[in-house]
């Protein structure tokens, strides 16, 4: 499935242009004129970014960027203006903007910047998934599993996690081999390793 590129632009002539651009280099485009379109839009789930005008008619695309982070929403933005000045820049670039562009926009410098807020969307899909991998097979763990695999991750040996839960070293030991089975844990550094991924304590 080809990637997908938002443009939120109320100039329509820029938004026709980019779109044709962003088409000619085997992008789907979405575009639209305000913000409020923009909301009110499904968007996809697939490897996308948002292309956006700073001033839009009376909103502010770096409002519209805010209230997508507030809601937890980690689509990569690039913002374009003709009327940018340096602590805007920084201001945008500090929000975790992917670019800051002054329009006339470069053709090179938007590809290039929509390349990269694609990649950086691509990465954070495939991170999401992995750590989704990662609960599914931790929730099939039993929870003196699980307790045992926090002691082990915490450095504690056999023996000091056995006094700790008050059980026989042989049964912790069954117990953290059940529980690097489950979690396809080829070796103890894995599961240290899934374990700092979970957050465990």
Not at 14 to 43: E, P
Not at 89 to 103: N, T
Not at 154 to 167: F, P
């Amino acid at each position: 499935m080809k990637p997908l590129v938002y443009i939120v632009d109320d100039d329509a002539a820029l938004r026709d242009a980019l779109s044709s651009l962003l088409r000619s280099a085997d992008m789907d485009v979405a575009t639209f004129g305000s913000v409020a379109d923009f909301l009110g839009h499904c968007r996809d789930d697939r490897n996308s970014c948002l292309l956006l005008d700073v001033r839009l008619g009376g909103h502010s695309g770096m409002d519209l960027h805010a209230a997508l982070k507030a809601q937890g929403c980690a689509l990569p933005v690039v913002f374009m203006t003709g009327f940018g000045d340096i602590p805007m820049s920084v201001r945008a670039m500090k929000a975790g903007a992917i670019d800051f562009l002054a329009k006339p926009v470069r053709v090179e410098e938007l590809l290039d910047a929509v390349g990269q807020a694609l990649a950086r969307d691509a990465a954070g899909r495939a991170g999401d998934a992995l750590q989704a991998d990662l609960r599914r097979r931790y929730a099939t763990l039993t929870p003196r599993e699980r307790e045992i695999m926090a002691l082990a991750a915490r450095g504690l040996m056999n023996k000091q996690i056995a006094a700790e839960v008050g059980t026989s070293e042989i049964t912790v030991k069954i117990h953290r081999g059940q529980a690097m089975k489950k979690m396809q844990a080829r070796t103890f550094a894995d599961l240290v390793r899934m374990a700092e991924a979970l957050a465990l304590r």
